[in-house]
């Protein structure tokens, strides 16, 4: 079984992040990136259907030079390749267009990605990746069984679980408390730092939307102070409606 993990790049979750005064990018001097914390599930769920069907893990990112940091964590924790597809301009259309084409050129069984990244939150990978290769996709996953070509997935929803049944090739992106990501060895981190890392050349393709402007949240708080009485009561629920225009 031939098995790619999808990985992203993204800033540290306790990184503060600004807007240019224009409004036409981020302030990101001094950011620290980490990998998505979903795809640490992605890569372990990788790892774990690698132990029981046999086969291959290939870790992949589309993202700038300084992210083969995370496919060298990826390697560490134990899988058996590499690659970066080197981009910053492509949307999350273009990402999932690169992912679909490498993915078929490995000719890939199984595709794991994390639920979303933490960055755009865009939630739509594994779906888009799914259509373009014409092949099934289930999201946000908390339990995965392989028999065979036949896969069984378990997603959490209000209330239950549904259970989904499929075949591969398949497209799952995962939840995480699908499992619990394992801890890279030192002697593992040190392998890794010398583990080659192969580069495919993006493929250019026409972006499907365009970052028009970015603006923080505009806090304005009057500090108004009511009572329970029945007067009160009323002009709370008039300042909701007229001027929060929340209800």
């Known amino acids: ?31 620290k990136y980490i990998l998505n914390p979903y795809d640490e599930f992605a890569i372990e769920e990788a790892l774990q259907q690698r132990e029981k069907h046999g086969g291959k893990v290939i870790a992949l990112t589309v ?20 690659t970066i597809i080197p981009s910053t301009s492509l949307d999350s259309f273009g990402v999932a267009y690169n992912i679909a084409a490498y993915a078929r050129s490995i000719g890939a069984d199984l595709i794991l990605l994390g639920r979303q990244s933490i960055d755009h939150d865009s939630f739509q990978m594994a779906s888009t990746v799914g259509a373009m290769l014409g092949i099934p996709s289930i999201s946000v996953v908390s339990k995965l069984e392989i028999e065979g070509a036949t896969v069984r997935a378990e997603r959490d929803i209000e209330g239950g679980k549904e259970i989904l049944t499929s075949s591969l090739p398949i497209v799952i992106s995962v939840q995480k408390g699908i499992n619990t990501p394992r801890y890279p060895k030192l002697p593992d981190i040190m392998k890794a730092k010398s583990k080659p890392i192969d580069t495919v050349e993006p493929q250019s393709v026409q972006p499907r939307v365009a970052m028009v402007r970015y603006a923080t949240p ?20 008039r300042l909701l409606h007229e001027e929060a225009k929340v209800i």
């Open 1 to 31: 079984m031939t098995i790619l993990v999808c990985i992203s790049y993204v800033p540290d979750t306790a990184a503060k992040i600004g807007v240019t005064p224009e409004g036409t990018g981020l302030v990101l001097d001094g950011v």
């Open 63 to 82: 993202g700038p030079e300084s992210a083969k940091e995370i496919l060298r964590t990826a390697l560490a924790m134990g899988v058996d390749s590499a």
């Open 218 to 237: 505009q806090l304005k708080r009057r500090g108004i102070i009511l009572g329970d009485s029945d007067a009160d009561i009323a002009e709370f629920v």
